[in-house]
């Protein structure tokens, strides 16, 4: 990508912190601009296309008209916690379980606070939406080193991509499903899974380290062994419990380092 | 068909708790951004976080005998695969979903 020059023109610094408020882009750094946002989101943006095409086939599978899809896939904005949704409105379950079941599902985006970088994005209304849309998928493309020197722009225009991604999938999804016997198709949930594996191999190359990796499989096997019904929430709180005593040992072992350097010399 | 006013209520607690958990935090959390502790996490977090919920999707693979665990099997293969030689996200993600789809459905048909 560093043949194409006006690529790599969005991608100094300078131009990575946005314009000053008010001042209106020229035209050829404003295409600049959106190719800057659209070209690393579009893979995991389409990627989140057949994904959404089964969520809108399993709205139509649990009895509902196919708009829900669109309904959820827009409003509700949380992949994995839509999908076990519709499942629950087909057994007419108690509201109080789908407040519980949200709560253990979508715990973990108290994580993402970490390190999102909310700080970047300027405005009410954009802080707003940024949080409202801070998806698994928009976190893992922001949440790196990088993330934190992107523009509001660049952060905001990922998120929408990725939502409209999310809901035009789901709604593509909702009306093939009412033209199309499709329900003779079996396993279009593994996109899901591959979403997230594709995003753990490009987590991996922007930050190599196997130590992580295996730290966080042990996590998840640990909790779905330990507590299969809360592996999720369970899996998230050792991992960061392992991180930051990981951390702290680090720590601890430079300051001994350094006590003994001082001590020999 | 189940009540639209239902449904309408199960999106409305849902949607507004999934804003509450992603929201909330940071208040709190956004302060500590500077810590030594906080940037080792923003570090680590996305590998882990996505590779547990890798996990999470895949908690259900059935073990019963090796055929019907193969679909699943084939399909982490050929995105692991694809992703590590061709590093194209939606060319890995399609590719593995069709694998998926075709021996999922050819086996729910023996």
Redesign the interface.
């Known amino acids: 990508m560093s043949r194409d020059p006006s690529y790599r023109f969005v991608v100094l610094p300078q131009s990575l912190a946005g314009p000053a408020p008010g001042v209106p882009l020229p035209p050829e750094s404003r295409r600049a601009a959106v190719r800057a946002v659209v070209r690393p989101a579009?893979?995991?943006a389409?990627?989140m296309v057949?994904l959404g095409i089964a969520f809108g086939l399993l709205v139509l599978h649990n009895?509902?008209?196919w708009w829900?899809a669109t309904?959820?896939s827009a409003?509700?904005?949380?992949g994995?916690?839509e999908f076990l949704?519709v499942a629950?409105?087909?057994t007419?379950a108690p509201?109080a379980q789908?407040?519980l079941t949200?709560?253990m599902v979508?715990?973990?985006?108290?994580?993402?606070?970490?390190?999102f970088p909310?700080?970047r994005v300027t405005g009410r209304a954009a802080r707003?939406y940024s949080?409202?849309a801070?998806t698994?998928e928009s976190?893992?493309m922001t949440?790196?080193?990088d993330g934190q020197r992107w523009s509001s722009t660049r952060i905001l225009g990922l998120q929408v991509l990725l939502h409209l991604s999310w809901v035009a999938g789901a709604t593509l999804g909702g009306l093939l499903g009412t033209a199309l016997p499709l329900d003779?198709?079996?396993?279009?949930?593994?996109?899901?899974?591959?979403?997230?594996?594709?995003?753990?191999?490009?987590?991996?190359r922007?930050?190599p380290?196997l130590r992580?990796?295996a730290?966080?499989?042990a996590?998840?096997?640990g909790a779905?062994l330990v507590l299969?019904a809360q592996?999720?929430l369970v899996?998230?709180g050792a991992?960061?419990v392992v991180?930051?005593v990981?951390?702290?040992l680090a720590?601890r072992g430079e300051r001994g380092r350094a006590g003994t350097e001082v001590l020999r010399a | 068909m189940p009540e639209p006013a239902y449904v309408a209520a199960v999106v409305g607690v849902a949607a507004a708790l999934t804003w509450g958990l992603r929201a909330a935090p940071f208040a709190v959390l956004g302060r500590m951004r500077d810590s030594v502790a906080v940037h080792h996490l923003s570090r680590h977090m996305p590998l882990g976080v996505m590779l547990i919920l890798a996990a999470y999707t895949l908690r259900d693979i059935p073990t019963t005998t090796p055929m019907a665990a193969l679909p699943i099997v084939a399909a982490v293969t050929v995105t692991v695969g694809l992703h590590l030689w061709r590093r194209n996200a939606l060319v890995s993600i399609l590719a593995g979903t069709a694998v998926h789809v075709a021996l999922a459905t050819a086996l729910a048909g023996v």
Do not use: E, K
Not at chain 1, 75 to 78: E, L
Not at chain 1, 106 to 115: C, D, E, K, P, Q
Not at chain 1, 184 to 203: Q, R
């Open positions: 579009a893979p995991v389409l990627g057949p009895g509902l008209a829900w309904v959820f409003v509700v904005y949380a994995s916690l949704l629950m409105v087909a007419a509201l789908v407040a949200t709560v979508n715990g973990r985006h108290v994580f993402y606070a970490l390190s909310l700080h707003t949080t409202f801070l698994d976190y893992a949440a790196g080193p003779a198709l079996h396993g279009l949930d593994f996109a899901l899974s591959a979403l997230f594996i594709v995003l753990a191999i490009d987590a991996y922007a930050q380290d992580t990796a730290l966080a499989l996590c998840a096997l779905l299969p592996m999720l899996a998230y991992f960061t991180l930051l990981r951390c702290g720590r």
